[in-house]
């Protein structure tokens, strides 16, 4: 039993061992994509998809007057929610996705889309840096986040060539 014992210890350790060798003779790297972003706040004019996740109304629990037609799994969170299911036990409580793209309308998404007039950037990045400041007495003034806008949508964009010979790396 130990002589057993003994030869699976040493396949298994020449075998991680192989491996290591294999690995270390690979052409693999690591790139910084960090650099040379694109970014610009709001959505763009006359979108038909609101991306912004919905927001329960301040108020109460569960008073109607405050939620009125709020609905949780509306917009884009009805393309979110389901990527959970795997998570979700109860096969019943899973959400149904969507047909189509939900931001297929959106300009911004399109990789033809021309975002050279966007500001370029280097992440990380704070897009409420990007300001204005809100003014005293104004909801989010209280100095809790500098006095800048934390919330709202902001675009990204970053273009990446990756060749044909690191297909699968």
Wanted: glycine share 8%; hydrophobic share 35%.
């Amino acid at each position: 039993m130990k002589i057993t014992n003994c030869i699976s210890i040493c396949l298994a350790a020449f075998a991680v061992f192989s491996l290591g060798l294999a690995v270390d003779g690979a052409d693999l790297g690591r790139i910084s994509i960090n650099d040379d972003w694109r970014f610009i706040r709001n959505d763009p004019p006359d979108i038909t998809n609101n991306l912004v996740y919905p927001r329960a109304p301040r108020g109460r629990r569960n008073d109607a007057s405050t939620t009125n037609g709020f609905s949780p799994t509306s917009g884009i969170a009805q393309y979110i929610l389901p990527t959970g299911n795997s998570l979700i036990a109860d096969p019943a409580k899973r959400y149904p996705k969507p047909e189509g793209n939900f931001g297929a309308d959106i300009p911004y998404i399109n990789p033809s889309f021309d975002d050279k007039d966007w500001k370029q950037l280097d992440l990380p990045h704070d897009f409420a840096i990007q300001g204005p400041f809100i003014p005293p007495s104004q909801p989010g003034s209280d100095g809790a986040t500098g006095r800048l806008p934390y919330s709202g949508v902001a675009w990204y964009r970053k273009h990446l060539s990756i060749p044909v010979a690191d297909a699968g790396k």
